[in-house]
T-cell receptor, first 118, second 114 residues
């Protein structure tokens, strides 16, 4: 149980294009989803927290207009990297939980998306 | 603010060796503690957790005990296998601070040789 599917697993695109990454909870309703960024050999950096039907809460230093997050349903959240540039290349990972961020329910992670901007 | 510190890697062991990965934390409240494992090219999988002091989390031969007096949550396994090679992340979630978000350590890479 508690499977999170992330798509695509890898994307390569030209500088200036926008890229959408999907995160789906397959067998549970995800009240809260999280988006992380991971640089090589480093830990995960929380980018934003999204709750179904409301605006995402971004961490300090994360550009809201650059990383658009939509959590339209209890099973789907999307991250769109707008006008992507080489410095946006990274491994992006989503996670989902059945509760709110404050409920201490375990987070279930997707397999990540490797984004490479040429 | 809350933080998690793990021992630096990479850790290289022979198969069947004993594993310890140290993890200490700083928190203002009463956090839950987690170990996650990340295999190459994949996301994170929850390995085990403990929600209060003296709790022991265990899974797949791994175990960790929540030690409030030493603010530690060290990961141990008695006999590692090649398939255990991965990056291990210690994390905490503190409802009284940070809104229950997960705060990760820097990760420790484990390489097990046959």
């Amino acid at each position: 149980g508690a499977v999170v599917s992330q798509h695509p697993s890898r994307v390569i695109c030209k500088s200036g294009t926008s890229v959408k990454i999907e995160c789906r909870s397959l067998d549970f309703q995800a009240t809260t989803m999280f988006w992380y960024r991971q640089f090589p050999k480093q830990s995960l950096m929380l980018m934003a927290t999204s709750n179904e039907g409301s605006k995402a809460t971004y961490e300090q230093g994360v550009e809201k207009d650059k990383f658009l997050i939509n959590h339209a349903s209890l099973t789907l959240s999307t991250l769109t990297v707008t006008s992507a540039h080489p410095e946006d290349s990274s491994f992006y990972i989503c996670s989902a939980t059945v509760g709110t961020a404050i409920s201490n329910q375990p987070q279930h992670f997707g397999d990540g998306t490797r984004l490479s901007i040429l | 603010g809350d933080s998690v510190t793990q021992m630096e890697g990479p850790v290289t062991l022979s198969e069947e060796a004993f594993l310890t990965i140290n993890c200490t934390y700083t928190a203002t409240g009463y956090p839950s503690l987690f170990w996650y494992v990340q295999y190459p090219g994949e996301g994170l999988q929850l390995l085990l957790k403990a929600t209060k002091a003296d709790d022991k989390g265990s899974n797949k031969g791994f175990e960790a005990t929540y030690r409030k007096e030493t603010t530690s949550f060290h990961l141990e396994k008695g006999s590692v296998q090649v398939s255990d090679s991965a990056v291990y992340f210690c994390a905490l979630s503190d409802r009284s601070n940070q809104g229950g978000k997960l705060i990760f350590g820097q990760g420790t890479e484990l390489s097990v040789k046959p």
